[in-house]
């Protein structure tokens, strides 16, 4: 596949705007290999996924933005352009928990992510290893409640060498303050192992256990400020019985973490996301 | 299929708790049809589900509590027992909103609810001429703020005239009071829609959309005291998307109730329920 | 929500189609409240599916098909005009199971299918009752294997005198003729209660407890003189264990029928649904 | 939790049979951690599962099969005796593409998975170093259709030389010959990228988007000299839609082919697995 521009928009609804958009990229000769639109009619807020390729397009992609210009303006327009050929700078962040970590460096091997993976972050050393043996940068960075503003400064330092787009908390058990949340905005994600809005905070297998729920579920969400409350993104259930104890709905949940986190982290690369207040549009992959 | 006995036994966890109950049937010739058992290792407790063919058990079915009572004593069980050829009597509340009614009306007829189904009881008159169609007693009983206790004892003679076991909130939008609840101590199921614990109360499609969650849910559960708070039968979730608005989620979402409902009444009525605290143990149907 | 014209577009694909389309209802003010497209590359096939408010619109409703063809023949496109305040006229053949047609009508009668139900044909007198409970014509048409060609006729002739458009099989356990198949070119739809391709044919749940699968399945697809080999419009499964027998199977299976065969008349009767060869395209609902 | 015995039982269905093994473990004052059985009234055949603690056990784990043998005989066992603490030797087979051998190294390591992992065989060099970086055997045995029957003799001389219970073909793209599998009779698990019996035999994902399914699936199974056609363990499907061309098919499959697979292979682990004819009994975990 030829590399292709994305747009992803989002203004007041209303009319014309995808007609604009489309005689924009017809004009310059390109082709649409994707578009969406979704209105959102309470908010009155109009959002649009438009793909088209590179190739053949009368305006070289240096050109794109201030060509476009004029209709972001004409309608008030949020707009982010993306590159396919210019992928995300990934860093994750992880602790002890392999199975996050080991499934997106997984499929960042094999291609599956788009992403240019720069570097893992942890509070604890055990994946150095397997991160040098994969050619990712790894870094220690340990934290104790004393050290944490510290510790936090030390990985912005980290992320900002590595001038990264998008920072995925692969099971990293450590809550993030403002100053990282802040430099980042909806460019974190995080994984909570549960259903959110149920079992917010700690221990929500054992809360899910103590509740007698007959399904668990994970929830990858932009982190925010206000812990379990950032936008959702992707969410999946899995069945449970009596029979499972936390142990058991842990070891379940293991998989829906990684499988839902996975998710989440594709549909971001590939600009299929879009924010507003404490909601997503994601656009169908 | 011939008629069996259901025993449902709960006691403390022990040894020799299942030869006990196994060597009793197979003394009197008994052949079983199923049996399962679940141990909850952190309280202690043994649960266990044991059906037996009634023909060509050597004891009469009048005879079978007392010739188990030496048994049930020794371990300190609480026993339940049901045949299968004497279905539970069952009452059906409703209001306006016509699905879960409908649908338990319809698998009733289809015979695929085992019980015997002896009224309708609605605050809304709507539903009159499809229960006199299909021959179930329908009991019209208004209720407003200020008639609500009168209605419930109204609703409570109704229910102990026809000696119902069985009582189901077929989306009865009316929180029933203590004098209700406790006349039918787990033996009241309700379907909640939404995946509890999360967004418990009212106007739960709401919640949801605000929260801009990417799965609805539904809950069945007994009823108690505690609203949204009893222990939970059956859940299932769906996937949803940005482009659900709240008439969209609820139109889902009443097929999730409706699928969960049924599925936790007819796990009540084949005996595989047992409750202890403020969980259940739901034995495989 | 005021009315709105829905346009079902498709043809080969090529530069500037979105455009001018986009262009099109921009031109006489339109305001598109949907639109959606999917191009198949291999194929080289563009859909579209744009949705968009009639009031305010610069072409009364009649004028538009007319003013959208040089479009249309610009681009070579076959295109699907339709209304949403102009529902289809529907006729439902049944025989004896209800589950599907007691759904049906009743989604019908609380308003979720936007349709116009017009008559219930069926070769088993069971169902009249119901029916004239709710208003809709019954015919009986019983069949046999010397009738079967006359009763077509027959079933022909109800069908058109109400001037159908759509054709539901609701567990119609007759297999219709080429003469049916053809008077409705991807009009008729059906259910079969296996996961196609799985279990063509006859007693799709003996075979799947005869090969002792985990999941049972439901296909809604269009009829075709192909049996069980027509463009697929959706599909479910649901898990299933060692202990379900056939009865069993069947009556979880009855549960996914019901769900899928709703789903896929929903999305038909939404104009959701573009066929190509033997597939669809389904947008989402 | 201590170890356990877990006895697979299969045998005739006859009165007593639950019973006389619930007597044997009370006289040896065994307590019962689980204990699950099964009828099949069609075959009838009676299966079970007990697991019972070894500790206070009045038999040595050794005296265990000979004291249990009267019963066995009198009621025509077939019997499978494990111990929770010799965990199942096992060897996986690879080729080139790595998600199902990574995810089951990952369990593996994390302990999950309850085995003895002694080797990785591949007919491609690539996972030499992440086996050697887990210090897992690695035996490159390349192979190519003349060399076929010679490499599957170095296989078995691999397999037999760690004495190896259990085989997984993670997603090994090669046939295995009736000389490997007749060496481990349903001890060797295999993977298909499809919702068995659809799509059998090669390119299944290719097969499901020519047919224009709504669902894809993988099915974990026993593997027999009929190809596809060995008993099933576990399934699972995904929704995917118009939009997913074969490549997206088969990325998205991948999630579905390693979790099935590792559910099927832990249940193997588990002793929670019987075969009879081409079906499963799957005890539930």
Same mark, same amino acid.
């Given at each position: 596949?030829?590399? +292709?521009?994305?747009?992803?928009?989002?203004? !007041?609804?209303?009319?014309? $705007? @995808?007609? *604009?958009?489309?005689?924009?990229? /017809?004009?310059?000769?390109?082709?649409?290999?994707?578009?969406?639109?979704?209105?959102?009619?309470?908010?009155?807020?109009?959002?649009?996924?438009?793909?088209?390729?590179?190739?053949?397009?009368?305006?070289?992609?240096?050109?794109?933005?201030?060509?476009?210009?004029?209709?972001?303006?004409?309608?008030?327009?949020?707009?982010?352009?993306?590159?396919?050929?210019?992928?995300?700078?990934?860093?994750?962040?992880?602790?002890?928990?392999?199975?996050?970590?080991?499934?997106?460096? +997984?499929?960042?091997?094999?291609?599956?992510? !788009?992403?240019?993976?720069? $570097? @893992?972050? *942890?509070?604890?050393?055990?994946? /150095?290893?397997?991160?040098?043996?994969?050619?990712?940068?790894?870094?220690?960075?340990?934290?104790?409640?004393?050290?944490?503003?510290?510790?936090?400064?030390?990985?912005?330092?980290?992320?900002?060498?590595?001038?990264?787009?998008?920072?995925?908390?692969?099971?990293?058990?450590?809550?993030?303050?403002?100053?990282?949340?802040?430099?980042?905005?909806?460019?974190?994600?995080?994984?909570?192992?549960?259903?959110?809005?149920?079992?917010?905070?700690?221990?929500?297998?054992?809360?899910?256990?103590?509740?007698?729920?007959?399904?668990?579920?994970?929830?990858?969400?932009?982190?925010?400020?206000?812990?379990?409350?950032?936008?959702?993104?992707?969410?999946?259930?899995?069945?449970?019985?009596?029979?499972?104890?936390?142990?058991?709905?842990?070891?379940?949940?293991?998989?829906?973490?990684?499988?839902?986190?996975?998710?989440?982290?594709?549909?971001?690369?590939?600009?299929?996301?879009?924010?507003?207040?404490?909601?997503?549009?994601?656009?169908?992959?």
């Amino acid at each position: 596949m030829s590399p +292709t521009a994305v747009l992803l928009l989002s203004c !007041p609804d209303q009319r014309g $705007v @995808v007609a *604009a958009t489309a005689e924009f990229i /017809a004009r310059h000769e390109g082709n649409i290999t994707h578009a969406e639109q979704h209105v959102d009619p309470v908010e009155g807020v109009f959002f649009q996924r438009v793909e088209f390729e590179l190739e053949g397009f009368g305006l070289h992609r240096d050109e794109i933005a201030s060509g476009f210009s004029p209709i972001a303006e004409r309608f008030g327009m949020k707009v982010d352009l993306r590159f396919s050929d210019q992928p995300m700078r990934v860093g994750l962040l992880a602790s002890r928990q392999p199975h996050c970590l080991y499934d997106l460096l +997984t499929r960042w091997r094999t291609g599956e992510l !788009p992403c240019d993976l720069k $570097v @893992v972050i *942890a509070n604890h050393p055990d994946h /150095a290893d397997i991160c040098a043996h994969l050619g990712v940068p790894f870094r220690y960075l340990p934290v104790s409640s004393a050290t944490k503003l510290e510790q936090e400064k030390d990985m912005l330092a980290v992320l900002g060498e590595h001038q990264v787009d998008l920072v995925v908390m692969a099971r990293y058990m450590q809550i993030l303050s403002a100053q990282v949340i802040d430099a980042y905005p909806h460019q974190i994600i995080n994984i909570h192992h549960s259903f959110l809005p149920a079992f917010i905070g700690a221990n929500p297998y054992r809360q899910a256990h103590d509740r007698g729920v007959k399904l668990i579920g994970a929830t990858a969400h932009y982190a925010t400020e206000d812990l379990d409350e950032g936008p959702i993104i992707a969410q999946e259930t899995d069945r449970v019985t009596h029979r499972d104890d936390v142990a058991s709905l842990t070891q379940k949940g293991r998989d829906l973490e990684t499988i839902v986190l996975a998710r989440a982290v594709r549909a971001h690369l590939e600009h299929r996301v879009l924010v507003y207040g404490r909601k997503t549009v994601v656009f169908a992959g």
